[in-house]
């Protein structure tokens, strides 16, 4: 007679892998969340060393230019590349589309700076610091120095 042969049906085994399938799923998903919040809490940290980098500037006439009690000028929204010797490389970005950082020239008013990053997990919103180095989350990011 026939003997019964032990094994997996091919449904039993579609079903298995199409489990399989909506957990990797679940956890890809999960992971690339987890990526984006790293990289905005790296943003906020960048924003953090520049704004200490520019206040440690502000009083060494090496790294301002020779003026006592002013920031380092900044000339292009692409921002300095390097803020004296406090910090030799400034971070642009953070990763993701659209992320890099932006400054607002200060030219004839280095009293201030301003320079933002967009966050990805807000959307539209900003972190950006100012000549007394605070950090805000705005819905836009200032084009002028107030």
Aim: aromatic share 6%.
């Amino acid at each position: 007679m026939f003997k019964k042969k032990r094994g997996f049906t091919l449904i039993e085994l579609l079903v298995v892998i199409a489990i399989i399938g909506i957990l990797a799923t679940i956890v890809l998903v999960s992971l690339n969340t987890a990526r984006v919040k790293a990289r905005d809490a790296r943003r906020q940290s960048d924003m953090h060393q520049i704004a200490l980098a520019m206040e440690m500037c502000y009083d060494d006439t090496a790294c301002n230019g020779g003026a006592e009690g002013q920031y380092l000028e900044v000339t292009a929204v692409t921002g300095p590349t390097a803020i004296g010797t406090y910090m030799p490389v400034v971070p642009t970005t953070a990763g993701g589309a659209g992320t890099a950082y932006s400054w607002v020239v200060n030219t004839g008013n280095q009293s201030k700076y301003l320079v933002c990053a967009a966050l990805e997990i807000s959307g539209a919103g900003y972190v950006y610091s100012t000549q007394n180095g605070t950090k805000t989350v705005t819905g836009t990011c200032p084009t002028v120095l107030e």
